[in-house]
């Protein structure tokens, strides 16, 4: 395969809209996704409503039309699909990148195809390099015996599952939240179990009252200061801060206590990691990476800070970042 001048690793918004630029600029690139289209975006609740309003969302000066003043997960996966339609983008959907190191100065990317030809290996040389793979993919654990049973999940797609069954939703902002409410009203049994003392601050304002009530009349039973200790196949073992021990009746525990990039891939191609917050180090101005030539996209930028960078504000790093490496590719010939 010949040269690109340019690779980009995730196919969510900001991945979509750095390829979007380099169409403008037409530099020959390539789009390389280990699932669907906005894979993160497809693993949302099913029924999700977005916080923001549909014009936050658009990439490429399409417009998002929705049918009401917030977007639906359904209106949005239909939208990007749109977009990658209009632009014709060089997707390469359902193929994983499993190795990038530097050769005679590209990126050499080894990838291994998920789908059509699954195990069937590829490699593609580029000058610059855009990693945009979110952190969806990984979510963080709660590092306690019986975490991997069947029963236990860190995602939340919808409520039918989970009728008449007692669900643990362990977390404490929005996603815990929005999931427990979602669950009472569907003739669940929910506990919610937190260990800070109060809900998360950034919980959305006409979420925050709604689940207040619940808890206070008792409708979601609520354990603050408290952690799972262990994951039994009934029942959940909790402790409490002041050291209590404690068990309840549980038929699925959905952990929902966030996400984080994958670092070792991050690591593997020589990017830093800030410790402190899990960031990697980059040029907030370019998005480049430590690694010259090597740039970061999206919500992976945030770290473990993961309600800094949203859609509404890593949509603009794809313009940011290309401008920036065409004109180094420019001088370059």
Request: proline share 5%.
């Amino acid at each position: 395969m010949s040269d690109l001048d340019v690779a980009i690793i995730g196919a969510g918004p900001a991945g979509l809209a750095a390829s979007i630029e380099c169409q403008h600029r037409n530099l020959s690139h390539v789009v390389i996704e280990k699932g669907s289209i906005v894979e993160s975006l497809r693993k949302f609740p099913t029924n999700m409503v977005y916080f923001t309003t549909p014009d936050l969302l658009e990439i490429g000066e399409l417009p998002l039309v929705s049918s009401r003043e917030k977007p639906t997960r359904l209106e949005a996966l239909k939208y990007y699909r749109r977009v990658a339609e209009r632009y014709q983008l060089p997707l390469n959907l359902y193929e994983k990148v499993d190795a990038v190191e530097r050769q005679n100065g590209l990126f050499r990317l080894d990838t291994t195809l998920q789908a059509r030809q699954p195990g069937e290996n590829r490699t593609y040389l580029a000058r610059k390099l855009i990693v945009a793979t979110g952190y969806y993919d990984n979510p963080n654990r709660l590092g306690v015996p019986g975490e991997d049973s069947p029963k236990v999940s860190h995602y939340y797609h919808e409520a039918h599952p989970y009728y008449q069954m007692n669900v643990a939703v362990v977390g404490g902002a929005n996603s815990a939240a929005e999931t427990a409410l979602d669950l009472y009203r569907s003739g669940v049994n929910v506990t919610l179990i937190h260990w800070h003392a109060e809900l998360s601050s950034h919980i959305k304002y006409w979420v925050r009252p709604d689940i207040d009530n619940r808890i206070e009349r008792g409708e979601i039973r609520a354990f603050f200061n408290t952690r799972v200790e262990e994951i039994l196949p009934d029942k959940l073992r909790l402790k409490t801060g002041d050291g209590r021990r404690f068990e309840i009746d549980n038929d699925f525990v959905l952990a929902l206590i966030g996400y984080h990039p994958d670092y070792r891939l991050l690591e593997s191609m020589g990017i830093e990691i800030e410790p402190e917050k899990g960031r990697p180090v980059h040029d907030p101005e370019t998005l480049e990476s430590n690694v010259p030539g090597l740039y970061v996209a999206g919500g992976m930028v945030s770290g473990r800070e993961t309600n800094k960078i949203f859609i509404e504000n890593g949509r603009f790093h794809g313009a940011k970042i290309v401008r920036h490496l065409a004109a180094h590719l420019q001088e370059s010939r």
